[in-house]
C-alpha cells in the first residue's frame, strides 16, 4: 500500500479495503452457485442443501449459497483468522448467516465433517498443493467430507498465455480502480508459477500485492487422474463457452460465463474450466 506524509491526504489505495476489492474484481458468487446448483439438480436428480468451501476467505460464496434459499447451510474453511473475521463482520452477520455458516479456522485437509452435498475449491486454491502426493491427499479427505451421492467442484485455468509472464488489467464498475492479474514468474521446468494482485487507482495510487499466489499450474488429465486416484467414481469437465468480443480492435476470445459438458476441445490463448468429481 502506497505511504503518505504527515501532512498529506490519505490516496484512495490508503483509504481502499482489499476484501472489498477482492469481492468486485474476482469473485462471482452468484453464478457459482447457479452453476452447482443446477449440475447437482441434473446429476442426482434431487436439490442440493449443504456445501462446504474450502480456501473459503472472507466465506462470500459461502453466503451466497445460503441466501440462495432458507433451507441451505455452508461450512467454510480457512487459514487466516483475519481474513475469515472480516467474512463473519461483512457477509455473515449483516445477512444474518451465523446460524446457517460455520467457519473454521483451520487446514482444509483437517475438516471432513458434517459431511455435506457439495465441497468446492474455487479460484484454483487447491494448487498450492504442488506435489501429486499433497494434491491427491486433499483429494481423498475432500471425498472424504461429502455425502454418498456427493460432488466435489474445482476450477482450473489455462491456455497457450498462462505460462507467459504478463500483466492483465480490468477497469472495475463500481470502484475507482483498476484490477491488475499479475502472471509474475513461471517455471517451466516444476510449473511453479507466481501471481500477484493489485488495484490502480484514479488519483495514481496502487494497492501493491494486494494479494500474491505461489503455486503449482497443473494440467486437466493431471487433475483428472489424481481424482480419480483419490477414489472418485467419475469425474467429468465442463468448458466455458467463448465468443468472439464485440470490441473490432480486439481479437482474442471472451468467456460468456456459460459451461458445457465435453471431452474434447481446442486448445485456447486462455481457458476456464470445472470440474465435477462424483464420489
Known amino acids: 500500500m502506497s505511504q503518505s506524509g504527515a501532512d498529506e491526504k490519505p490516496t484512495l489505495a490508503d483509504q481502499a479495503d482489499r476484501h472489498v476489492l477482492y469481492q468486485k474484481s474476482v469473485q462471482a458468487p452468484e453464478a457459482e452457485v447457479e452453476f452447482m446448483e443446477n449440475t447437482f ?6 436439490k442440493a442443501i449443504s456445501m462446504k468451501e474450502d480456501f473459503c476467505g472472507t466465506a462470500y460464496l459461502a453466503s451466497e449459497w445460503c441466501k440462495s434459499d432458507p433451507q441451505r447451510t455452508a461450512v467454510g474453511v480457512d487459514f487466516d483468522a483475519e481474513t475469515l473475521q472480516w467474512g463473519r463482520e461483512h457477509n455473515l452477520e ?40 499433497e494434491l491427491r491427499k486433499y483429494f481423498e479427505l475432500a471425498r472424504a467430507s461429502l455425502v454418498e ?20 488489467e480490468t477497469e472495475l464498475d ?5 484490477y491488475v492479474w499479475e502472471q509474475v514468474t513461471f517455471n517451466p521446468i516444476d510449473h511453479h508459477m507466481t501471481c500477484a494482485i493489485h488495484y490502480d487507482f484514479d488519483d495514481g495510487s496502487r494497492l501493491e500485492n494486494a494479494f500474491t499466489y505461489a503455486w503449482r499450474l497443473w494440467s486437466i488429465p493431471e487433475i483428472n487422474e489424481l481424482l480419480e486416484e483419490a477414489g472418485f467414481s467419475k469425474v467429468r469437465i465442463y468448458w466455458e463457452k467463448y465468443e468472439e468480443s464485440e470490441d473490432e480492435d480486439d481479437d482474442e476470445l471472451e468467456g460468456t460465463g456459460e459451461y458445457y459438458e465435453t471431452t ?16
Request: aromatic share 10%; hydrophobic share 35%; glycine share 6%.
Open 41 to 46: 439438480q441434473a446429476l442426482r436428480g434431487r
Open 94 to 133: 449483516p445477512a444474518g448467516l451465523s446460524d446457517r455458516v460455520s467457519l473454521f479456522d483451520a487446514d482444509v485437509r483437517d475438516i471432513t465433517e458434517p459431511k455435506t452435498d457439495l465441497v468446492c475449491a474455487f479460484n484454483f486454491s487447491y494448487c498450492l498443493f504442488e506435489t501429486r502426493e
Open 149 to 168: 451421492d456427493g460432488l466435489l467442484v474445482l476450477d482450473l485455468f489455462g491456455g497457450t498465455e498462462c505460462e507467459d509472464v504478463c500483466e492483465e
Open 174 to 178: 463500481d470502484e475507482p480502480a483498476t
Open 264 to 279: 474434447d476441445e481446442e486448445n485456447q490463448e486462455s481457458w476456464m474450466i470445472y470440474f465435477v468429481a462424483e464420489k
